[in-house]
């Protein structure tokens, strides 16, 4: 069987990694092959590009061109290799994160992300992504708790409204591919919507 490209998306806080874990795990025990990865970084050289995205200020097109040379190191090495051997990859972020974060939150436009995206992986979609969805407010309260800022996870409330606007967009204009979660719901619930989901993206 082909293998599956999957994708976790939502603003800092939303709830990715606490689901991701578990996601993993899930599939393996039904015999499933599947290799858990992240952007930015996935790979050794786009996980050095990782250190300096997450904590070097820069310019928006110094950062959105670093985010699409991480991504095209870690489909090279890693992503397209894994699905061509019949593997799954399952990968928190991907370039959904670029238009939320980049486009929709740091103002790039749309235009040069779509071009870029066509350049780096005009062939290549995930086959299924969730996105976390929750309120910017909550999801800060959250983080708080369980972490130290990087440079993302320090920007105002304002920047994370504009970036969930942003992910909607995306989901509304692809709805085939998203499964919109309610990210206040408790984690057992997200749990069962993600379980029943995975007959879903076998079966396509
Ligand atoms: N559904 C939920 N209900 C309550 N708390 C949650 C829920 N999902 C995640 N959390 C908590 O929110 C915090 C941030 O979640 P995390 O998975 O790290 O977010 P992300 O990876 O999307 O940035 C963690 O402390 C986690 O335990
Ligand atoms: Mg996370």
């Given at each position: 069987m082909r293998g599956r490209f999957v994708t976790f998306e939502g603003i800092d806080g939303a709830g990715k990694s606490t689901h991701l874990d578990w996601f993993v795990g899930t599939l393996r025990r039904r015999g499933l092959d599947v290799v858990q990865t992240r952007e930015p970084g996935g790979s050794p050289l786009a996980e050095s590009l990782?250190?300096?995205l997450l904590h070097r200020e820069m310019p928006i097109d110094t950062e959105l061109l670093l985010m699409f040379a991480a991504r095209r190191d870690h489909l090279d090495r890693l992503i397209r290799p894994t699905l061509a051997d019949g593997r799954w990859v399952v990968c928190d972020r991907f370039t959904?994160?670029?238009y939320a974060y980049q486009g929709a939150g740091r103002g790039a436009s749309s235009e040069r992300i779509e071009w870029l995206e066509a350049w780096i992986h005009g062939d290549l979609q995930p086959d299924r992504t969730y996105l976390f969805d929750l309120?910017?407010?909550l999801a800060a309260r959250r983080r708080s708790s369980a972490r130290a800022?990087?440079?993302f996870e320090a920007e105002e409330l304002?920047?994370?409204e504009?970036?969930?606007a942003g992910y909607r967009l995306r989901a509304q204009a692809d709805p085939e591919r998203f499964v919109v979660l309610d990210g206040?719901?408790?984690i057992p619930?997200?749990?069962v919507i993600l379980e029943q989901d995975i007959a879903t993206i076998w079966n396509t």
């Open positions: 990782r250190e300096l959904d994160s670029t309120d910017p407010a800022p990087d440079r304002a920047f994370f504009r970036v969930r206040e719901r408790p619930e997200i749990r």
